[in-house]
């Protein structure tokens, strides 16, 4: 099993900036991918930002020249970096570690931490 944390989420006025944390403990052997997810509002969740465990790193498109994603080598941290924040981007941001062993997925979830981007 795989516990993870997520920290940092606050207000701020648009324009701001964010760094998110999502700390992990228990066996992260095998995690292979370290991504953040968010949901906004009466939307679906919804895929920001994504990590391999090779440290390859991609930004969906909604998002590419303000956020980025960094982690450490020994997959306990994960960061999610939010520049020029915007009043769309308030939504509840979640980690996720994917572990691929024998075959088979299993998908782990943090909490979720709350961003809210209001003036």
């Not at 020249?65 to 009043?87: E, W």
Request: net charge positive; glycine share 12%.
């Amino acid at each position: 099993q795989v516990q993870l944390v997520e920290s940092g989420g606050a207000l701020v006025q648009p324009g701001g900036s964010l760094i998110l944390s999502c700390a992990a403990s228990g066996d992260v052997s095998g995690i292979y991918t370290m991504d953040w997810y968010r949901q906004a509002p009466g939307k679906q969740r919804e895929l920001v930002a994504q990590m391999s465990n090779d440290g390859k790193t991609k930004i969906s498109d909604s998002w590419k020249g303000r956020f980025t994603i960094a982690g450490d080598n020994v997959k306990r941290l994960l960061f999610l970096q939010m520049f020029s924040l915007k009043p769309d981007d308030t939504a509840v941001y979640y980690c996720n570690f994917g572990r691929l062993r024998d075959g088979a997925w299993s998908h782990y979830w943090g909490q979720g931490t709350q961003v809210t981007v209001s003036s």
